[in-house]
């Protein structure tokens, strides 16, 4: 947990000797809280105090990456317990189990399914991250089917290994792409350990409950290996929450470094319906990866669905890129219709353009997310702005006519507006369900 300013000033040799450039001791512990300076300005930290000081400004929940490149995953670092007290960062993980006694056909089907299962919603992609790879057979099967997942996914591995030496072929198989190792347990523990530090890879830690998980990732800590991810035994869904919550509060509260880590639940039932709900409560409550074994595409959109609901920042309103966006079969004379960057009013103007059935462009105008009437009234839609818009994205070289149609609500603006940009301007209708007749009627 971070230390206050008072805290740190008790770790300090409180001599004012004014080496680290402040005044008095109080004044660099000030300092140190806010991580405006860094704790080597001061020449004369005992050990153990710099040793508080670093552990103190550690995040409470480790960020761990799993896979490489730009279909990386990463989870932790979070702070809070309830998204209205800041926001959670790092959306939960979800990915799919595929096990080796699949034939090589068939896993090649699961995967083509598994890249296809990518959706838009409020102008995000919405996508799975993980792939596992379950051992069911011996070494050599598992490897193959390693091999074959590998060069088929850029997404992260899990490595569900039944024994060590597929657990080493499949490492070695999938070098430099970062797999998730799955698990060390009180029983493999060291070997585990081992080719986790040897292959640089994360690692899951298995204990019955929060006590023995934690007995572990002091031991795996102890030995360097950090990356870690942590899972309690199947229980029932209550209990499971209970963990998963215990976890999170106990990280961030009581600063447990030993369960500061994302937590990983793996959901399977017979039933679709069920295993859905289940995997949903879990995203819901702080798990940080989800495997299912469900591939159907209503199951996942779902998932992805609560996922990005639950991961957008309450503070900060969902925005689209501002840009001029083309719908349908546009060309120079297509009328030009102006709103804000803020994804409802897009996708609201959107919807109606479209079912107008006549081609137009929709100019999303930078209100840092706003919808039309609170930017006017924050000043971020103003017809300063707008012009700046109509200028950064070329509309006179794009359409012919000088003409742009402004929502209704803002139409005050309109004589500026026109002064400022040369353009003609028509006030369009208040509401977007207005858009298709007035487009008609233009
Ligand atoms: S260098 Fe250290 S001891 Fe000296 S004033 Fe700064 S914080 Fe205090």
């Known amino acids: 947990m971070a230390l206050s300013g008072l805290d740190i000033y008790k770790l300090l040799p409180k001599t004012n000797c004014k080496e680290c450039g402040f005044a008095t001791c109080l004044a660099f512990a000030m300092q140190l809280a806010k991580k405006a300076v860094a704790i080597e300005k001061c020449p004369y930290l005992s050990l153990e105090a710099k040793a508080n000081l670093e552990a103190s400004s550690l995040p409470p929940i480790k960020l761990i990456t799993i896979g490489a490149g730009e279909q990386k995953l990463e989870i932790g670092n979070e702070s809070v317990l309830f998204r209205h007290e800041e926001k959670f960062h790092r959306p939960c993980g979800i990915g799919f189990i595929i096990e080796d006694s699949l034939t090589d056909s068939q896993i090649i089907d699961k995967l083509d399914k598994i890249n296809s299962l990518t959706f838009e919603r409020v102008g995000q992609k919405l996508e799975i991250n993980l792939v596992a790879i379950r051992q069911i057979n011996d070494g050599k099967r598992f490897s193959d089917a390693v091999k074959i997942i590998s060069s088929k996914t850029s997404l992260g591995l899990v490595l569900m290994a039944g024994d060590l030496s597929g657990l080493k072929l499949a490492l070695e198989l999938t070098k430099g792409k970062n797999p998730l190792i799955y698990h060390a347990t009180r029983e493999n523990l060291s070997q585990v350990a081992q080719l986790a530090k040897e292959y ?91 495997l299912i074994k469900g591939f159907e595409s209503w199951q996942v959109l779902s998932l992805l669905t609560l996922r990005q609901n639950i991961y957008t920042d309450p503070q900060k309103p969902l925005q689209i890129e501002p840009k001029l966006y083309p719908i ?113 009627n233009l």
């Open 328 to 440: 349908g079969s546009v060309n120079n004379k297509s009328p030009v219709l102006i709103t804000t960057n803020f994804s409802l009013s897009y996708f609201t103007v959107l919807g109606e353009v479209e079912a107008s059935k006549i081609p137009a462009y929709i100019m999303s105008v930078d209100t840092e997310g706003m919808s039309v009437l609170t930017a006017w009234a924050a000043e971020k839609f103003t017809p300063h702005k707008i012009a700046e818009s109509i200028n950064k994205f070329a509309l006179a070289e794009v359409v012919t006519h000088k003409k742009l149609v402004i929502p209704g609500y803002v139409a005050m603006m309109s004589g500026e507006l026109q002064d400022e940009s040369g353009f003609e301007i028509i006030v369009g209708p208040k509401e977007a369900a207005g858009i298709p007749s007035f487009l008609k």
């Open 200 to 290: 640089k890879s994360p690692l899951v830690v298995y204990g019955q409950d929060l006590e023995k998980v934690a007995e572990l990732t002091i031991e795996l800590t102890s030995q360097g290996v950090t990356d870690l991810i942590i899972e309690t035994a199947n229980k029932p869904i209550a209990d499971k929450i209970w963990d998963l919550t215990q976890i999170r509060r106990l990280a961030l509260k009581k600063s447990n470094r030993a369960l500061g880590y994302p937590a990983l639940v793996i959901v399977e039932q017979d039933d679709p319906f069920e295993e859905i709900q289940e995997a949903a409560t879990y995203i819901s409550k702080y798990a940080g990866i989800v």
